[in-house]
């Protein structure tokens, strides 16, 4: 395929549908590239992510205006206090992975392959722990704190996926259930998937952008948004009822396919 502007609109499309249902959108976007669908710039990456985050946060708005307006309430400001703290230890193993180590990821199939499989099992271990245990009511402390040490875990790995972590983190340390698990990964993944785009982002427009790169970014992140919009409401209504067990199995199924087919 050689139009760009196409294989924008594509990766936007993957972008948008797998960054929140826990299969790991890094790593289908680099089978994409992988695919023919072109190399793309880590400001392209993270603009199309931020599109999908901007998606989250127009679904959670009430309950984020609720928290905000809120505050002198016990239960809102501790829920406040363990998304900070959770965005903060990301932040803080963030810099130092990425200042302090030289972190890149790989460009290969074979790590992501492997995190999709290993992470298909840990979602069905997770679900499987889940139903022998009644669910607490919310997110605690110490399962906060692992939440934020899984969001740099999906980083380092791609192919574990973000979500996939942060919620089975939550599921599993706070023995909380998967709705209330995924609504705190997902509103916690708003100030970190927008401050990796600022970190992108502003050192990009000091060495300038041309035209044709805002183009593809404009495009890229208005598609990713609205399929993720689509997406996220979706699975909102499917986890209502359903556990996460058919995202195991693609998980499982996808990252033998590659072992074996893709290099």
Same mark, same amino acid.
């Given at each position: 395929?050689?139009?760009?502007?196409?294989?924008?609109?594509?990766?936007?499309?993957?972008?948008?549908?797998?960054?929140?249902?826990?299969?790991?959108?890094?790593?289908?976007?680099?089978?994409?590239?992988?695919?023919?669908?072109?190399?793309?710039?880590?400001?392209?990456?993270?603009?199309?992510?931020?599109?999908?985050?901007?998606?989250?946060?127009?679904?959670?708005?009430?309950?984020?205006?609720?928290?905000?307006?809120?505050?002198?309430?016990?239960?809102?400001?501790?829920?406040?206090?363990?998304?900070?703290?959770?965005?903060?230890?990301?932040?803080?193993?963030?810099?130092?992975?990425?200042?302090?180590?030289?972190?890149?990821?790989? $460009?290969? !199939?074979?790590?992501?392959?492997?995190? #999709?499989?290993?992470?298909?099992?840990?979602?069905? &271990?997770?679900? +499987? /722990?889940?139903?022998?245990?009644?669910?607490?009511?919310?997110?605690?402390?110490?399962?906060?704190?692992?939440?934020?040490?899984?969001?740099?875990?999906?980083?380092?790995?791609?192919?574990?996926?973000?979500?996939?972590?942060?919620?089975?983190?939550?599921?599993?340390?706070?023995?909380?259930?998967?709705?209330?698990?995924?609504?705190?990964?997902?509103?916690?993944?708003?100030?970190?998937?927008?401050?990796?785009?600022?970190?992108?982002?502003?050192?990009?427009?000091?060495?300038?952008?041309?035209?044709? $790169?805002? !183009?593809?970014?404009?495009?890229?992140? #208005?598609?990713?948004?609205?399929?993720?919009?689509? &997406?996220?409401? +979706? /699975?909102?209504?499917?986890?209502?009822?359903?556990?996460?067990?058919?995202?195991?199995?693609?998980?499982?199924?996808?990252?033998?396919?590659?072992?074996?087919?893709?290099?």
């Amino acid at each position: 395929m050689s139009d760009p502007l196409i294989q924008t609109m594509l990766l936007g499309i993957i972008e948008g549908i797998t960054e929140f249902l826990p299969i790991s959108s890094t790593g289908h976007l680099l089978i994409a590239e992988k695919l023919g669908l072109g190399m793309r710039s880590d400001l392209f990456n993270v603009t199309i992510q931020a599109g999908a985050i901007l998606a989250v946060t127009v679904i959670y708005w009430r309950r984020l205006w609720s928290l905000l307006i809120g505050l002198r309430q016990p239960e809102n400001r501790d829920y406040v206090l363990k998304l900070l703290a959770a965005f903060v230890v990301t932040a803080i193993l963030g810099y130092l992975l990425v200042n302090k180590f030289g972190f890149k990821l790989p $460009e290969d !199939t074979q790590p992501v392959a492997w995190a #999709l499989i290993i992470g298909g099992i840990w979602i069905l &271990a997770s679900e +499987w /722990l889940a139903a022998k245990r009644d669910d607490h009511p919310e997110v605690t402390w110490p399962g906060a704190i692992v939440v934020g040490i899984a969001q740099i875990v999906a980083a380092v790995f791609p192919g574990t996926s973000r979500s996939g972590a942060t919620i089975f983190a939550a599921m599993l340390v706070s023995k909380t259930s998967r709705v209330a698990a995924t609504e705190f990964a997902f509103i916690v993944g708003i100030p970190t998937m927008y401050a990796a785009t600022a970190s992108k982002l502003v050192p990009a427009l000091k060495a300038g952008v041309s035209a044709d $790169e805002w !183009t593809h970014l404009i495009v890229g992140f #208005l598609v990713s948004a609205i399929v993720a919009f689509t &997406a996220v409401k +979706w /699975l909102l209504r499917y986890i209502q009822t359903h556990r996460f067990t058919v995202f195991a199995w693609y998980r499982i199924v996808l990252g033998t396919l590659l072992l074996l087919f893709i290099k």
